[in-house]
């Protein structure tokens, strides 16, 4: 892996945890653990990574009151490593996944003074209300026809907002190419999705055999479809349809779009149970 491609897995961790990862050095990097941001982990990659697992170079605190044992937390923090890593494979989304029920552990093992939930709501997926949006209904023809709910079946992030724009995300299974191309055709029945500046879209779908087939589409935001698509391959999210819809507030975000888009990409997946599920099926 070359210094650019590690960079590369940097940035996606980035998107999927912002704000988690900073540079300190030459392929040193000290990362929030997500969900335990007061605890920070040091981490050192050699350039043969991959290949070679990464180094924990050592683990900090802001609130010593809470964790309290930090030789403890170091070997849970290398037992996790050395069960993430497999030589040839990137292995940080894997590595905080696996720490969650680790700390957790800690945390029952030596409660804190004052209990907070571990895990963000933002997991219990919770499915989009047919109320969301308010569709337009004509008062001089009544069509007798059952009418489609576009959002039935999928589940919606919490929007993101940003200078007059606003980034939704949208997440589902879809277990084959003509599954995926008919759902996306039903979210686009909504008014105020098919009318939006971009909707971004990507797919990963593995099929009978094992054939796998994935694509992505920037809907004229130039590179956002490949971007989301990137990160459900650093999620290794699979069977799944993602859609980020964003109503463009007539100012410019610069690079900061590229960070809603993913992030909104992102807790659609979490909010659709997609993750958990994966981690079973590899488990």
């Not at 050699?46 to 070679?52: G, H, K, L, T, V």
């Not at 759902?183 to 909504?190: E, G, R, T």
């Not at 975000?253 to 079973?280: C, M």
Request: net charge negative.
């Amino acid at each position: 892996m070359t210094v650019e491609e590690l960079h590369d897995e940097i940035c996606a961790i980035d998107a999927i945890y912002p704000g988690a990862a900073t540079e300190l050095g030459p392929q040193i990097y000290s990362f929030k653990i997500p969900q335990h941001e007061e605890l920070l982990v040091q981490m050192s990659f050699s350039e043969a990574y991959p290949e070679e697992k990464p180094f924990i170079l050592q683990l900090n605190t802001t609130n010593s009151n809470r964790y309290t044992d930090l030789k403890y937390l170091e070997k849970t923090l290398q037992d996790t490593l050395d069960v993430s890593f497999h030589e040839g494979e990137v292995c940080l989304f894997d590595f905080f996944m696996e720490l969650e029920p680790a700390l957790e552990q800690y945390h029952f093992r030596d409660p804190p003074p004052a209990p907070e939930p571990v895990f963000d709501k933002m997991s219990e997926p919770k499915e989009i209300s047919p109320d969301r949006y308010k569709r337009e209904e004509s008062v001089e023809h009544v069509d007798s026809s059952p009418e489609i709910d576009p959002f039935e079946g999928w589940f919606q992030a919490d929007p993101i907002e940003d200078r007059g724009s606003a980034f939704y995300g949208y997440a589902r299974s879809a277990n084959s190419i003509e599954e995926a191309e008919a759902f996306l055709n039903q979210l686009l029945q909504d008014k105020k999705i098919s009318r939006a500046s971009h909707n971004m879209t990507s797919w990963r779908i593995k099929g009978e055999r094992g054939v796998q087939y994935q694509d992505c589409d920037d809907d004229g935001e130039a590179a956002a479809g490949g971007r989301i698509l990137h990160l459900l391959t650093m999620m290794d999210v699979w069977n799944v349809i993602v859609v980020v819809s964003r109503r463009f507030g007539g100012t410019l975000l610069g690079s900061d779009r590229f960070k809603h888009i993913n992030t909104a990409a992102r807790n659609a997946v979490i909010k659709a149970g997609l993750v958990e599920d994966t981690k079973k099926k590899k488990k």
